[in-house]
């Protein structure tokens, strides 16, 4: 079951500027995280955020969450070339055991 | 240094040899789970394992098998391997069932001819 879903699915930007990406899920959730993945590399977390939150920061991010919508939001402030890389948002299912990864964006930061 | 080893790293088979994928972590996690990635459908979830000797079936499990004799090791089992397998395997773990902070391996990519 497909729980996260990013969009866009691709997004290229230039330096500099601000990336947002949305995720949107099904069912409820206890939390929902971000993730990083340069090309082929095993993901890396970014942040987390409980359901009972509804935004958090943490240096250049920033993401949202509106449960009542199902949804969350990405935002890398002032992106650097370095930022390029694919960004899943997870959620875990109702029973908090299954992990559910949506299909990425990919973030192309252009000098 | 705390981590999620995973091996081999790459790996090329032919259909029917049964192989397996070593996940190691050294974190003392109890929580650890295996992805496949394919182009276009992001991670999802083989299986996964909440303790020793509890594991549980996620959204592809069909022609995979773990096993969780120890802690720190949740190896992945193809008994039969077929063409449509070949992908690209993450193990990850995490500290326990709140599903906080999963930490990734560096992914396993698998040929199968």
């Known amino acids: 079951s497909q729980q996260g879903e990013e969009d866009p699915q691709a997004l290229s930007i230039q330096e500099g500027e601000n990336a947002t990406m949305n995720c949107s899920y099904k069912?409820?959730?206890?939390?929902l995280q971000w993730y990083r993945q340069n090309s082929g590399r095993g993901l890396v977390h970014l942040i987390l955020?409980?359901?009972?939150?509804r935004e958090k920061h943490s240096g250049r991010l920033r993401v949202t969450l509106d449960t009542s919508k199902k949804s969350s939001s990405l935002l890398i402030t002032a992106s650097r070339a370095a930022d390029t890389a694919s960004y899943f948002c997870?959620?875990?299912?109702?029973?908090?055991?299954?992990?559910?990864f949506g299909p990425g964006t990919r973030l192309s930061v252009l000098p | 240094e705390a981590q999620v080893t995973q091996n081999p790293r790459y790996l090329i088979t032919v259909t029917g040899k049964k192989l397996t994928v070593t996940c190691s972590q050294n974190?003392?996690?109890?929580?650890m789970s295996w992805y496949r990635q394919d182009p276009g459908l992001g991670l999802r979830q083989i299986y996964y394992s909440m303790n020793v000797e509890v594991t549980d079936k996620g959204d592809v499990p069909e022609g995979y098998k773990v096993s969780r004799k120890e802690k720190r090791n949740f190896p992945l089992i193809l008994e039969s391997p077929s063409p449509n397998q070949t992908s690209l395997y993450f193990c990850?773990?995490?500290?326990?069932?709140?599903?906080?902070?999963?930490?990734f391996g560096p992914g396993t990519r698998l040929l199968v001819l």
């Open positions: 990850a773990s995490s500290r326990d069932r709140d599903q906080e902070t999963q930490y």
């Open positions: 955020i409980r359901s009972n939150e």
């Open positions: 974190m003392n996690h109890e929580y």
């Open positions: 997870a959620t875990d299912d109702n029973y908090g055991q299954n992990f559910v």
């Open positions: 069912t409820s959730i206890n939390n």
